[in-house]
């Protein structure tokens, strides 16, 4: 992917700049901490990492983050893994997300919508007279800090009480999406040992009713360790035996009682993909989520009391977590629960024209998918509020910015964002003082050292490198649950460059300071010494109509060649004939390089995902070099088993 891409798609007027938080920020510590008062935000950056200690005091400062006892410094010890926050400080999560309760009680806190696309409000009151009532609830079932509390819970308020009221006793919230299957959520949910579980009795998606029952009874039977199990009866049924009415625990009018935990204390368990093997369980802190997403949506998505923030997510999505942080910024939180796509492509751009979102976030594959389906967002939906559309979860292609631009509108704040579930934030995207650069990340996040490195661990420009970061983050790992000497946590990251964060992503870091991804590093295609990226290929295939889908995978073969196949699944009515051939190798040619067309394209019946969509690369490779299923991949962690039976018999046809 060329760097070369001087005009900008995209600039902040100066009445937008003047009145960003980050541009006040600046002038603020720039009088109280030395940052530099000229320069904009690549000054204010290379501050941020050079002077990492007093960057972060001043976002807490910036932000009133309420310390119950005072830390005695910021960085205890900032060798990574290990590094130690603002050590001898006491605070509370929750505290901080219901702080609007005080001063805004009758203004909406969340706003509910479900498929019907109708917005429910639950004020700040309510949500906290409800976070205090479960909170006290959780006491009196014994919940005490360190304890687990797990949620098998769609995107809905009650999650979040139930978030919130975990992060108010001091125990370690933990969540799955109803669409998980048992074995899924037991892969997960097993490694922590929850004593408490919130349920639902269904959910809805795609206009139907889809019971989940049958898969709460197994979680009941195979999770020892509960001592209570509370129902929320979503689609209407009865309260199980032996278990706990929602409405019962959350009926009392009672103020929270926030527990003071440490710094570091747990806050919640993350989990990996686990393609190849049981999933991460990645634990973060209440101190070091709290000052990461102040910083990310406060500073970076320039987020505050104004503002309706509505990210298309799951509970089984790190986007959740983040989502959910709006609160810290005392922005009003959209919740969408139901069918990306129902009922018609449009349907997330009527949720953000009926919620007022300023903020608007999807996933990459979607803005694409409107492409493809002819959807006019700005002519069918009034989205003069929505300030920023943000994207991640993949590269968003540059066809994509260019389809925002033309199709939203042309003053429009087009963020693409990239971070990762390990830390539960961005290394790179939204700067609302920056311009935008078609393909690109706008720029490296505040406080964040992020450097591409060749193999020999030097840092380049404008070169394709390794993703890595060179100091420390609040909201990295504290550890991995069930790791007790950590070797799986540095091993994780650090195995490649001692004492630097490697996260498996090429990148290329240009001159001008923006960012390209080009995909995940762990399945590098690699033809006559030259390192390309999935996403590169993905973008330039992908823009022909007849393809839906695409996945690509290269091969070290014993003789010591390199099979490079393309996967593609057809649009309905395409077929794979000569003249599609034809088109799709001219395309990477001509787009990419002669080195990227593939050695054969095949056709294939769809294209495998996590979880949480993203295409998986290293499993389909594992199976094509003759791998048994059972070991080269988790069944729990794939949306579609079936789909890897062709993959498997292929393997076996050529060997």
């Known amino acids: 992917m060329s760097t070369v891409n001087p005009e900008p798609l995209w600039r902040p007027d100066p009445q937008r700049t003047a009145e960003a938080q980050v541009t006040r920020f600046q002038t603020w510590a720039a009088e109280r901490h030395g940052a530099p008062s000229d320069g904009g935000y690549p000054a204010l950056h290379r501050w941020s990492v050079d002077e990492l200690e007093t960057f972060w005091k001043a976002v807490t400062e910036w932000f009133d983050v309420r310390f119950s006892t005072p830390f005695t410094r910021v960085l205890g010890d900032r060798a990574m893994p290990g590094a130690e926050w603002f050590p001898g400080a006491t605070l509370n999560y929750a505290e901080h997300a219901l702080r609007a309760a005080s001063s805004r009680p009758d203004e909406p806190a969340l706003l509910h919508v479900d498929e019907t696309h109708e917005p429910r409000p639950v004020t700040w009151s309510e949500l906290s007279r409800q976070v205090g009532s479960l909170a006290a609830e959780l006491r009196r079932l014994g919940v005490r800090p360190g304890d687990r509390v797990s949620a098998y819970l769609p995107n809905i308020p009650q999650a979040v009480v139930a978030l919130l009221a975990t992060a108010a006793v001091g125990g370690v919230w933990t969540s799955c999406a109803p669409d998980f299957g048992a074995r899924s959520v037991l892969d997960r949910f097993q490694q922590v040992e929850p004593v408490v579980l919130f349920t639902v009795d269904g959910y809805r998606y795609g206009g139907k009713e889809h019971d989940r029952r049958d898969v709460v009874a197994e979680l009941r039977r195979e999770l020892p360790?509960?001592?209570?199990?509370?129902?929320?009866?979503?689609?209407?049924?009865?309260?199980?035996?032996?278990?706990?009415?929602?409405?019962?625990?959350?009926?009392?009018?009672?103020?929270?009682?926030?527990?003071?935990?440490?710094?570091?204390?747990p806050l919640w368990v993350l989990y990996s993909s686990g393609t190849t093997g049981l999933p991460k369980a990645i634990v973060q802190s209440q101190g070091g989520i709290l000052v990461e997403h102040l910083k990310q949506l406060g500073l970076h998505c320039d987020l505050g009391p104004g503002?309706?923030?509505?990210?298309?997510?799951?509970?089984?999505?790190?986007?959740?977590?983040?989502?959910?942080?709006?609160?810290?910024?005392?922005?009003?939180?959209?919740?969408?629960?139901?069918?990306?796509?129902?009922?018609?492509?449009?349907?997330?751009?009527?949720?953000?024209?009926?919620?007022?979102?300023?903020?608007?976030?999807?996933?990459?594959?979607?803005?694409?998918?409107?492409?493809?389906?002819?959807?006019?967002?700005?002519?069918?939906?009034?989205?003069?509020?929505?300030?920023?559309?943000?994207?991640?979860?993949?590269?968003?292609?540059?066809?994509?910015?260019?389809?925002?631009?033309?199709?939203?509108?042309?003053?429009?704040?087009?963020?693409?964002?990239?971070?990762?579930?390990?830390?539960?934030?961005?290394?790179?995207?939204?700067?609302?003082?920056?311009?935008?650069?078609?393909?690109?990340?706008?720029?490296?996040?505040?406080?964040?050292?992020?450097?591409?490195?060749?193999?020999?661990?030097?840092?380049?420009?404008?070169?394709?490198?390794?993703?890595v970061?060179?100091?420390?983050?609040?909201?990295?790992?504290?550890?991995?649950?069930?790791?007790?000497?950590?070797?799986?946590?540095?091993?994780?990251?650090?195995?490649?460059?001692?004492g630097a964060w490697r996260h498996g992503d090429?990148?290329?870091?240009?001159?001008?300071?923006?960012?390209?991804?080009?995909?995940?590093?762990?399945?590098?295609?690699?033809?006559?010494?030259?390192?390309?990226?999935?996403?590169?290929?993905?973008?330039?295939?992908?823009?022909?109509?007849?393809?839906?889908?695409?996945?690509?995978?290269?091969?070290?073969?014993?003789?010591?060649?390199?099979?490079?196949?393309?996967?593609?699944?057809?649009?309905?009515?395409?077929?794979?004939?000569?003249?599609?051939?034809?088109?799709?190798?001219?395309?990477?040619?001509?787009?990419?390089?002669?080195?990227?067309?593939?050695?054969?394209?095949?056709?294939?019946?769809?294209?495998?995902?996590?979880?949480?969509?993203?295409?998986?690369?290293?499993?389909?490779?594992?199976?094509?070099?003759?791998?048994?299923?059972?070991?080269?991949?988790?069944?729990?962690?794939?949306d579609n088993l079936d789909l890897l039976h062709f993959y498997e018999d292929l393997a076996r046809k050529r060997a």
């Open 225 to 265: 360790t509960l001592r209570a199990v509370v129902h929320i009866p979503l689609l209407g049924t009865e309260t199980p035996e032996g278990a706990l009415d929602w409405s019962a625990l959350t009926a009392a009018d009672q103020e929270p009682t926030f527990e003071q935990v440490p710094f570091d204390h």
């Open 469 to 498: 970061v060179t100091n420390p983050m609040p909201s990295m790992p504290v550890y991995f649950w069930n790791d007790p000497d950590g070797s799986r946590y540095h091993d994780s990251y650090f195995d490649t460059y001692p």
């Open 307 to 467: 503002d309706r923030f509505f990210w298309y997510t799951s509970t089984g999505w790190m986007m959740w977590n983040f989502l959910v942080s709006g609160l810290l910024t005392g922005t009003t939180v959209v919740l969408y629960d139901g069918s990306p796509g129902h009922p018609d492509t449009g349907a997330q751009w009527r949720i953000a024209e009926r919620t007022g979102a300023t903020l608007y976030g999807t996933s990459a594959a979607y803005v694409m998918a409107c492409r493809k389906a002819d959807v006019h967002p700005a002519r069918d939906f009034d989205l003069s509020k929505v300030r920023c559309v943000a994207t991640t979860g993949s590269p968003l292609p540059p066809d994509g910015f260019r389809w925002l631009h033309e199709e939203v509108r042309d003053d429009l704040w087009i963020a693409s964002v990239s971070g990762g579930t390990d830390v539960c934030s961005c290394f790179a995207g939204a700067v609302p003082t920056l311009p935008v650069h078609t393909g690109e990340l706008q720029a490296p996040c505040l406080g964040t050292d992020l450097q591409a490195w060749d193999p020999s661990g030097r840092p380049v420009v404008d070169e394709v490198g390794e993703l």
């Open 506 to 638: 090429w990148i290329t870091l240009t001159s001008r300071g923006t960012v390209v991804i080009h995909g995940r590093s762990d399945s590098t295609l690699n033809r006559q010494g030259v390192r390309m990226g999935s996403a590169d290929i993905y973008e330039a295939v992908e823009r022909l109509p007849e393809i839906k889908e695409s996945l690509v995978i290269g091969i070290e073969q014993s003789d010591g060649g390199y099979w490079m196949p393309l996967f593609v699944h057809l649009a309905p009515g395409a077929v794979l004939d000569q003249a599609l051939l034809d088109r799709i190798k001219r395309t990477i040619r001509e787009e990419l390089s002669p080195r990227h067309v593939p050695d054969e394209v095949i056709e294939v019946p769809g294209v495998p995902h996590t979880l949480t969509g993203k295409r998986i690369e290293v499993p389909v490779k594992r199976l094509l070099q003759g791998t048994p299923l059972e070991k080269a991949v988790n069944p729990g962690s794939i």
